[in-house]
Nanobody
Framework: HVQLVESGGGSVQAGGSLRLSCAAS????????MAWFRQTPRKYREGVAS???????KYADFVKGRFTISKDDAKNTLYLQMNSLKPEDTAMYHC????????????????WGQGTQVTVS
């Protein structure tokens, strides 16, 4: 049984930082893509950042230079360091694992966490 649990969200002022974590159980991180997505009530879910088994990272244009994705295979944990946050970054952030189609950044995933809310004012 695969379970992904996000944490680290919260409310910050514009220009602030947050670090999201995604702890996995029943799943081995180091073989496939992992990704962070975000979703707001008004928009469809969009890929934010992804990381492949070899450590290759990709970012959506709207977070390049501000967000950093990383993983700790020993801890089975995925991270998203978010700096210079903007109000438009406000969303529910989900981690995803078990890609079965498409690219790492925008593909289809089998497993999703429940999400952690990020609010920037």
């Amino acid at each position: 049984h695969v379970q992904l649990v996000e944490s680290g969200g919260g409310s910050v002022q514009a220009g602030g930082s947050l670090r999201l974590s995604c702890a996995a159980s029943g799943y081995t991180y180091n073989r496939n893509c992992m990704a962070w997505f975000r979703q707001t009530p008004r928009k469809y879910r969009e890929g934010v950042a992804s990381i492949e088994g070899d450590g290759t990272t990709k970012y959506a244009d709207f977070v390049k230079g501000r967000f950093t994705i990383s993983k700790d295979d020993a801890k089975n944990t995925l991270y998203l360091q978010m700096n210079s946050l903007k109000p438009e970054d406000t969303a529910m952030y989900h981690c995803a694992a078990g890609r079965w189609a498409g690219s790492c950044l925008s593909g289809q995933y089998n497993y999703w966490g429940q999400g952690t809310q990020v609010t920037v004012s």
